[in-house]
């Protein structure tokens, strides 16, 4: 039984280390094309992108598309939520823990 134990607090341990996130550039890219780019193109072209979406959605009989142009307008509106979320990130990407 103690042998099972072990094992356990072992894969544990190997578990935790494999399943924290790596700080890398990968993920400061990641972060800035998930969190920062949509933000910025529904700055510039949301108006656009929602007449669009209105447009093509009114002119489309097939339901599978109307849902499709209607998320296309969640594309054209500004979301602080995500704004705060990429903050984080890149605060977190860019914090230093002490080893000591």
Avoid: C
């Avoid at 920062?36 to 510039?44: D, K, T, Y």
């Amino acid at each position: 039984m103690d042998k099972r134990v072990k094992k356990f607090d072992l894969f544990k341990e190997n578990l935790s280390k494999q399943l924290k996130p790596k700080k890398s550039w990968w993920s400061l890219v990641g972060i800035i094309f998930f969190f920062f780019v949509p933000e910025v193109i529904a700055f510039f072209w949301g108006d656009k992108i929602i007449s669009y979406s209105d447009l093509m959605q009114k002119q489309t009989d097939d339901y599978l598309m109307q849902k499709l142009f209607e998320t296309l307008k969640m594309f054209g509106e500004n979301s602080i939520f995500n704004i705060t979320i990429g903050i984080g990130l890149v605060l977190w990407f860019f914090h230093e823990r002490n080893k000591t």
